[in-house]
């Protein structure tokens, strides 16, 4: 499974979100230590909705 991933510049470092994992969120200094993190935060957000018995979200994003 393949999801968007938005990456923005804040002031001090970087954010990133998954519109399609609602709480999917994190933030880093540079751009490929927050690409890593949301790689690692994707994984373990699946696992725990799969723990929890609730469905994991499909990709519904698009990106141009």
């Keep these: ?6 990456i923005e510049k804040a002031p001090a470092n970087y954010a990133a979100y998954v519109q399609d994992l609602p709480g ?3 933030t880093g200094i ?3 230590e927050t690409e890593s993190f949301i790689r690692e935060a994707i994984e373990f957000h699946r ?3 799969k723990t929890d ?12």
Excluded: D
């Design 53 to 64: 018995g609730l469905p994991i979200p499909l990709s519904s994003s698009q990106v141009e």
């Design 47 to 49: 696992e725990g909705l």
């Design 24 to 26: 999917c969120v994190v």
């Design 30 to 32: 540079t751009v490929a």
């Design 1 to 6: 499974m393949r999801y968007a991933v938005v």
